[in-house]
């Protein structure tokens, strides 16, 4: 469900596109995981040929076993929400994630993080993923993550990214409405090894929802 892709100019080399999708036993929002393909060609059969990653399998105690688990071996786990960038060799993948789909939907006792996993070598490896909101308190969920590039001209950061999250009110389904709280937003200057400090976008957390990222070439704004 929900397939998504992100490309840049193939040059027979660095990955020319990378498609990801939520695929899980169930439907209408029902828990999956995070799956995709890496390919350095864009004709079909590069596509075809290129191996199915699970990215989002085990989350929080992951290793590069699980890229290979079967969506169907944990139906209880959930990630969604699924944003990836690419630039040259560095892929990064993003998803919001969740131990516990139905117990993160139906109670507060569990809620939605955003994670990343990236991989320097333009999809040959991957390594493990890393917690970005760090939110910590179950009643509230991350929505709306975004995962944005510099733009590639004058004097740019090849290595610098912009991550942002909107969050809500993480309420009992069909009980209660969530309310939106905050955007936050952080940022890197080298691949995604270290990150600064996450910053509210507004000046007061209250009633931000979506966050629509321009940075500076050099990531400085």
Known sequence: ????????????IKPAITIFWRQGTETEGGPADIVGKV?????????????????????PEAVAANMGDDPTLNPVEDARAHRAMIRGNLIVIGWSYTWNGPLARYTDQAN???????????????LEPQLISKIGDTSINVKEPRVVKTPGIGAFNP????????????????LEAPRDLDVRITYSLDQGA?????????????????????PSPDASR
Do not use: M
Request: glycine share 10%; aromatic share 14%.
């Open 194 to 214: 270290t990150f600064g400090k996450t910053t509210f976008v507004g000046a007061d957390p209250g009633s931000e929802y979506e966050s629509q990222l321009r």
């Open 112 to 126: 939605y993080e955003f994670w990343i996993r990236r991989s320097l070598d333009g999809g040959q490896t991957w």
């Open 39 to 59: 390919s350095v060609g864009l004709d079909e059969a590069s596509i075809a040929a290129a191996p199915v990653l699970n990215f989002s399998a085990e989350t």
């Open 1 to 12: 469900r929900r397939v998504r892709f992100v490309t840049q100019a193939p040059d027979g």
């Open 159 to 174: 290595a610098a990214f912009i991550v942002a999250w909107g969050t809500e009110t993480n309420v009992y389904e069909g």
